[in-house]
């Protein structure tokens, strides 16, 4: 699972811009950028990017925290 910093990073910077606060809209974030990045040849075909929908959704208290932190909530 060597790019789920950057899918991180990068799911950070997405939702930031529309801006995302909920779990849900994050949920389909995730899998839009994770099938992006299949689809793009990063994430390998025979990689299960289940295991990074998962790892990456358990990641939404991080990013609202941040937001939190931050006052853009």
């Keep these: 699972m060597e790019h789920i910093t950057e899918l991180y990073n990068d799911l950070v910077e997405r ?3 529309v801006p995302i606060a909920d779990k849900e ?3 389909d974030l995730v899998q ?3 099938e ?3 689809t793009e040849g990063v ?3 025979d990689e299960p990017t289940e295991d990074f929908e998962d790892v990456l959704s358990e990641k939404f ?3 609202y925290q941040r937001l939190l ?3 853009a909530v």
Excluded: P, T
């Design 61 to 63: 208290d991080e990013y």
């Design 69 to 71: 932190d931050e006052g």
């Design 43 to 45: 994430i390998s075909d």
């Design 15 to 17: 939702a930031r811009r």
């Design 25 to 27: 809209a994050w949920d």
């Design 32 to 34: 839009e950028v994770v």
């Design 36 to 38: 992006e990045y299949r």
